[in-house]
């Protein structure tokens, strides 16, 4: 399920993002939209790019708004965000050099070490086996596989600085 979860996310009707740490009647400006732990994980990454309808909803499940009326938004809110033109899809994410698409998830957390690696699957359309225990040689088999079926070669200039992921070389 796992490798397939970006498709699943991409042929939804809808999806959901259930923003728990926003109260009832914050807006998307909000400090508490802005600030809210559910930018700070991994998973939720493919979450945000790949559903063509996903809405906000708030801790008491009131919409805050869609991901095409928030892009803007959410792309200033923090530097590691994924363009608006991507949330909107106006611009393919495949058009998105290697580098850009790792930077995205570079400050993101995960419960388990494999996760860092296995939830960007998606994003690159790669499929590969999940072998929980195998810890950071999970993001090496990562880049071997990018490496493999991808041209561009910003993956070797790509390191993140606050920690979590680390380039390839």
């Given at each position: 399920a796992i490798n397939s979860m970006f498709e699943y996310y991409s042929l939804s009707e809808i999806c959901y993002a259930y923003i728990h740490d926003v109260?009832?009647?914050?807006?998307?400006?909000?400090?508490e939209f802005c600030g809210s732990r559910w930018y700070e994980r991994g998973w939720?990454?493919?979450?945000?790019?790949?559903?063509?309808?996903?809405?906000?909803?708030?801790?008491?499940?009131?919409?805050?708004?869609?991901k095409y009326e928030l892009a803007n938004t959410l792309e200033r809110?923090?530097?590691?965000?994924?363009?608006?033109?991507?949330?909107?899809?106006?611009?393919?994410?495949?058009?998105?050099?290697?580098?850009?698409?790792?930077?995205?998830?570079?400050?993101?957390?995960?419960?388990?070490?494999?996760?860092?690696?296995?939830?960007?699957?998606?994003?690159?359309?790669?499929?590969?086996?999940?072998?929980y225990g195998e810890g950071r040689n999970a993001f090496y088999r990562l880049q071997e596989a990018i490496m493999?079926?991808?041209?561009?070669?910003?993956l070797f200039a790509w390191s993140a600085q606050d920690g979590g992921l680390g380039c390839f070389i």
């Open positions: 109260p009832p009647g914050c807006s998307a400006d909000s400090r939720t990454l493919q979450e945000l790019i790949a559903p063509k309808h996903l809405i906000f909803v708030r801790k008491d499940w009131s919409p805050l708004g869609t809110i923090r530097r590691d965000m994924p363009p608006a033109s991507v949330l909107r899809f106006e611009t393919d994410i495949s058009e998105m050099s290697v580098a850009q698409r790792m930077s995205w998830a570079a400050r993101r957390k995960t419960t388990r070490i494999e996760d860092e690696a296995y939830c960007l699957f998606g994003l690159f359309d790669i499929n590969l086996p999940t072998l493999s079926t991808s041209p561009d070669t910003s």
